[in-house]
């Protein structure tokens, strides 16, 4: 038998490593979160993966491991199915004669140790390791192209037609056979489920002449991951489409769909968009795991000064907070943090948004239709005989939705929205080019919000590094500064994929409008004049707010240079 969740707490509590308060709420976030209890007490902080691990040890007699300091041989791993190992979290790391040693997270599953001496047909040693380091092995050893190879076996050639240039590719109903496919439906689970282990934003499943690859966008930039055989091409979109409820007979038009799926405790949504290629069509699907959304203000990255500033005009009774900054740069979670601070009972929230991306309760959330004309004007001027208290509006993309909202603005509403500029100075002259009146804009407007997400150096592999002061100097720190500075970097890990970063922080340029700014934009003044006037009264730019984040040792020279301008 394994050790149970109340066993093993019971041991824990009677070698009083933990209290019974402990336990009771680990158990209890064990039964909403899932997972195992170890891992749930580590989680909470009660204790660490070493104390588990050195528990057990002690407990069963067994050697404990610490696999970060351990080089496994290919040919071991082969010896254990993928599906074995990450079943019962395990991981082979030796063979001696006719000894399979084996690291366990719990040393005491029988049924995992039988199962392995069954498939390999080895006397197996269980050695005791922490369960994170055995994830990050599996996921390393196990790699998805290992594990594509296994799907792979005993897949019949036959069974679905490369499209050819020219062609009109599979037949309708031969691809939905193909779809249904063993092989097919297990890749296509797999590609969902790595995504989600590797901390993937986007999935993009990208045909071309002569290759099929799939890349996830993990931390903001793009990894290739597999490159499935081009015969599976076809039936490997069109088992996404058919995920998705999109129609996949047609293969000339744009189409949009969502996939919800369950894993362990988690429920997460795919937003699946397909586009017609010259070799085929593209297949992108964007992760939304409402666990991972941010709603903690304090959390995001904001400074102090910052985080005042932007709290003062969310608070504030009516008026325009526009958010600003390309796709993928944090603009909705900014906005959703926003909201959940001011979800009161009394407040009545509605948001227009294309497409509704998380589910909040207590906040009445709109999902725009173009093709029966929802559009972000027709439901703002909805909301406006709904009594609302606070309005967001997904995206100001044209004159009408601008229009709309600063009447709304300045009719005792508080409007949030987003833009697409490069800084906050900028977005005054966006909005005047959209034909918005400057006196409108200068009434309507408490404040101007831009920002960018700059990766994280991954704490497990962080080390300090010597930068040249010319360096530090050019990326904008003062001369003076730069003779002390202490720079670090992430050498690359098991943890981060050898990237050397793991997880993103938030950069904002935080602009509010003074009457000042105001006199500027009734003055007709250049963004760069605003800008000016914006530091004057505080205002840190991206870059400035990069630099803070270097200080900090929090992020890199070359990431902030990459996320923002020198200005």
Not at 63 to 91: C, G, R, T, W
Not at 148 to 153: E, F, P, T
Not at 301 to 327: C, R, S, W, Y
Not at 464 to 481: C, M, N
């Amino acid at each position: 038998m394994t050790v149970g969740s109340s066993r093993l707490g019971e041991m824990l509590v009677k070698s009083k490593l933990i209290t019974e308060d402990q336990l009771k709420k680990a158990l209890a976030q064990q039964s909403t979160a899932g997972g195992r209890l170890g891992s749930n007490l580590v989680k909470l902080g009660f204790l660490t993966e070493e104390d588990i691990t050195s528990f057990l040890s002690k407990q069963y007699g067994v050697p404990s491991i610490n696999l970060a300091h351990f080089e496994i041989d290919q040919s071991v791993i082969k010896l254990v199915p993928a599906e074995i190992a990450q079943k019962h979290m395990v991981i082979p790391i030796n063979r001696k004669g006719s000894v399979l040693t084996v690291a366990m997270a719990d040393p005491s599953n029988i049924f995992a140790i039988d199962d392995i001496k069954f498939l390999s047909g080895f006397k197996v040693e269980p050695v005791v390791a922490a369960e994170t380091s055995i994830k990050n092995a599996i996921n390393k050893h196990y790699d998805s192209a290992g594990l594509v190879k296994d799907i792979l076996q005993g897949f019949d050639d036959r069974e679905v037609a490369t499209v050819e240039e020219g062609d009109e590719g599979p037949d309708v109903g031969d691809l939905q056979r193909a779809t249904e496919d063993a092989p097919v439906v297990k890749l296509v689970n797999l590609i969902l489920s790595d995504a989600i282990k590797k901390g993937a934003s986007d999935i993009h499943i990208e045909p071309y002449e002569k290759s099929f690859r799939v890349r996830y966008r993990i931390d903001g930039v793009l990894y290739d991951t597999m490159q499935p055989p081009m015969k599976l091409r076809a039936a490997i979109i069109s088992r996404a489409k058919i995920m998705a409820q999109l129609d996949i007979a047609e293969r000339r038009l744009p189409q949009d769909g969502r996939i919800k799926i369950r894993m362990g405790q988690k429920e997460i949504d795919f937003r699946v968009s397909t586009l017609p290629t010259i070799f085929g069509e593209k297949v992108v699907m964007r992760l939304l795991d409402k666990s991972n959304l941010q709603l903690d203000m304090s959390s995001l990255g904001f400074d102090p000064q910052a985080l005042q500033l932007f709290e003062k005009a969310i608070l504030a009774p009516h008026g325009m907070v526009l958010v600003t900054g390309p796709t993928g740069s944090g603009k909705t979670t900014t906005l959703y943090s926003g909201l959940h601070r001011l979800n009161t009972v009394e407040t009545n929230i509605m948001t227009a948004e294309d497409p509704v991306e998380y589910n909040l309760a207590g906040v009445n959330q709109v999902q725009m239709k173009a093709e029966i004309g929802l559009n972000f004007a027709a439901a703002l001027r909805a909301f406006l005989r709904q009594d609302p208290d606070i309005i967001m509006v997904g995206e100001i993309r044209d004159y009408e939705t601008a229009e709309i909202a600063i009447k709304a603005a300045l009719t005792g509403h508080l409007v949030l929205s987003t833009l697409h500029t490069n800084d906050a100075p900028s977005t005054v002259s966006r909005l005047i080019n959209m034909g918005v009146e400057p006196f409108l804009v200068a009434a309507s407007t408490n404040m101007i919000l831009a920002q960018r997400l700059a990766r994280k150096i991954c704490n497990s592999c962080k080390e300090e590094i010597t930068v040249p002061r010319q360096a530090l100097v050019d990326v904008g720190f003062a001369p003076d500064e730069s003779k002390g500075l202490s720079c670090y970097q992430g050498k690359g890990c098991m943890e981060c994929n050898d990237t050397g970063y793991r997880g993103r922080v938030a950069l904002y340029e935080v602009m509010p409008i003074t009457e000042d700014i105001k006199d500027a934009i009734l003055q007709g003044a250049s963004v760069n004049e605003m800008k000016e006037l914006g530091r004057k009264h505080g205002m840190k730019t991206l870059r400035e707010a990069g630099l803070q984040k270097i200080r900090e040792g929090m992020t890199t020279i070359p990431e902030i240079m990459r996320v923002t301008s020198h200005n």
